[in-house]
């Protein structure tokens, strides 16, 4: 395996000397990635978008500090679970409401939609029953697209444990899956 | 790491379909999946399932991100923040620095009061010149009262049989049977009396 080089260092080095463009370029690379992993913990666009928005702005507030140990991308990656596990502490009952609110509208949907939706729901909730850090590392590995070295940075574990876990991850879902299907 | 287990990860990392092994490994594990037809069935069984989970669309609806980018520049405002001050580097150091000069002001201003200046040796007293001041009165602390030595008469120290200590108004230190012949009473108020005299 090779060490690859962090592509974001150098733009959080710029910023580090007083380029704030850097930050705009790190913002346009990562919005999406950052949008995604928050929706997943977060049931509404809306407060997506507000946690998304707080994401940055803390990263932007720590990036002068920013000591790259990590690649730029897990250390913002870190930054999005803890602010999504941290709202939803705060906003317990409003989620559990809104996700009442997502099942009804759902049952309602055009009948084409709703084969393609019933087995995404299915995939969806067949992950859900996987233990937190199998869930973690398989939704940090095949959504995020990151590597098992940035995965294992994000689930406070070792490279290897991770691999263990995805694998593990894997094979439940196509347990859990393959029972629903029979 | 035993080597089923380290197959068995290698496995997982190889049908995930990211090259995160060496071409070692990689030779390795294709080995596996060819040799044994159990293992090639498990590895396609998995590469299926990751790929229908790559497939799922993301949750929500997305947002524009051009829109997301803007409020996100709005939020985080339009200069990089200074870096800050490390405290905790200068912590320790200047603490440090503080509590010496504390304890040397301490030391120069408040001298206390039982710390002398060493005599000068017999070796040391033939160099020195004699000093012209008189010297100092010698106190000793005594039952919460400083009494000056000096006050008393040579003669009374250098007797040794006790005599002089009756003469110096002290109790005779060689006839001590009589308190034996005190009753609590009159020890309590002794002590009573004693207090009573510090505390004036």
């Known amino acids: 395996m090779t060490e690859s080089v962090d592509p974001d260092l150098e733009l959080a080095e710029a910023f580090r000397a007083g380029d704030r463009g850097a930050f705009d370029t790190l913002v346009r690379r990562h919005q999406k990635g950052i949008w995604r992993l928050v929706r997943r913990y977060i049931k509404s666009d809306a407060d997506a978008n507000d946690v998304t928005q707080l994401v940055f702005v803390r990263a932007f507030k720590g990036l002068v500090t920013f000591r790259g140990q990590s690649a730029v991308r897990s250390w913002l990656y870190r930054i999005a679970i803890n602010c999504s596990l941290s709202w939803i502490r705060d906003h317990r009952f409003e989620q559990a409401s809104e996700i009442a609110e997502d099942a009804l509208t759902e049952t309602n949907a055009g009948p084409a939609r709703i084969s393609h939706d019933q087995e995404g729901s299915r995939l969806r909730a067949a992950i859900a029953q996987l233990p937190p850090k199998q869930k973690l590392v398989l939704e940090l590995r095949v959504f995020d697209d990151l590597s098992f070295k940035e995965v294992a940075d994000l689930a406070d574990c070792s490279e290897n444990t991770a691999k263990v876990n995805f694998h593990y991850a894997v094979k439940r879902l196509r347990d859990i899956l393959g029972g629903s299907r029979e | ?200």
Not at chain 2, 69 to 93: D, K, N, S, Y
Not at chain 2, 108 to 120: N, R, S, Y
Not at chain 2, 126 to 141: F, N, Y
């Open chain 2, 1 to 200: 790491m035993s080597d089923r287990a380290n197959d068995r990860d290698l496995i997982a990392a190889y049908q995930d379909g990211v090259s995160e092994l060496t071409a070692d490994e990689r030779r390795r594990v294709e080995a596996l999946v060819q040799g044994d037809p159990a293992i090639r069935a498990e590895a396609e069984a998995t590469v299926a399932m990751i790929a229908e989970l790559r497939a799922l669309p993301p949750e929500g609806t997305e947002p524009s991100w051009a829109v997301l980018e803007r409020e996100i520049r709005t939020a985080v405002g339009p200069t990089v923040p200074p870096r800050p001050f490390r405290l905790w580097r200068w912590l320790v150091p200047a603490g440090a620095l503080a509590m010496t000069a504390a304890i040397a002001m301490l030391v120069i201003h408040h001298p206390h009061d039982g710390l002398q200046v060493a005599a000068p040796t017999a070796r040391d007293a033939g160099d020195l010149p004699t000093p012209s001041a008189p010297e100092a009165a010698t106190g000793l602390w005594l039952d919460g009262h400083v009494v000056d030595v000096d006050d008393l008469d040579p003669a009374f120290l250098d007797d040794d049989d006790g005599d002089a200590l009756a003469t110096g108004g002290l109790l005779p230190a060689d006839d001590l049977h009589w308190i034996d012949s005190l009753d609590d009473s009159a020890i309590d108020r002794a002590e009573t009396w004693l207090d009573k005299k510090k505390k004036s």
